[in-house]
């Protein structure tokens, strides 16, 4: 191997640990989310070209922690504890994934995706959010809906769909 591969090879090895060393470090802290808890009211396993969809699902938003310590797009008040719902998304798909809440209440998204980082929306809808994958991948999205300013519980609902609810 030449000096330059090596050099090369040390540089993409280093990245590749310090890549683990922070997908770790993000998804273990105490202060955030535990996305390794069993869901607290669903976990649903959806394939590509599922019906119904949008798949729908009533659920208490809402929790007694700030979800902004996981980066500068995420708001609102989650609870840490455990996902809302989890969703296994087998195989990947050449239709977006929408994940999208609707609530008379102002609320906010959090999922764990499977490729490790923290996705957060408020507002894409009105007070709605919504979180698209595109060409998502197969794997576990952990899913959190929380509420906007206050750590109070508000009924909403979550949907999962391939179909842009925009449209």
Known sequence: MTKFNQT?????LAGVLVSGAA???TRVASSQPNWRADALFE???LSEG???DPWSYDLQAGGQNQATRLGDECS???NNSAPDVTLIYEGGSILDLH???T???DTTLVVSGPDGRWHCNDDAMG???????EQPDGGQYDIWVGVYGSGDIVPATLHISELNPMD
């Open 127 to 133: 007070l709605n959010p919504m979180i698209i994958f």
């Open 43 to 45: 976990t649903v396993t």
């Open 76 to 78: 609102g008040y989650i």
């Open 8 to 12: 090369a090879f040390s540089l993409v």
């Open 50 to 52: 599922f019906t119904p």
């Open 99 to 101: 994940l999208y809440v």
């Open 23 to 25: 997908f770790s470090q």
């Open 103 to 105: 609530s008379n209440e």
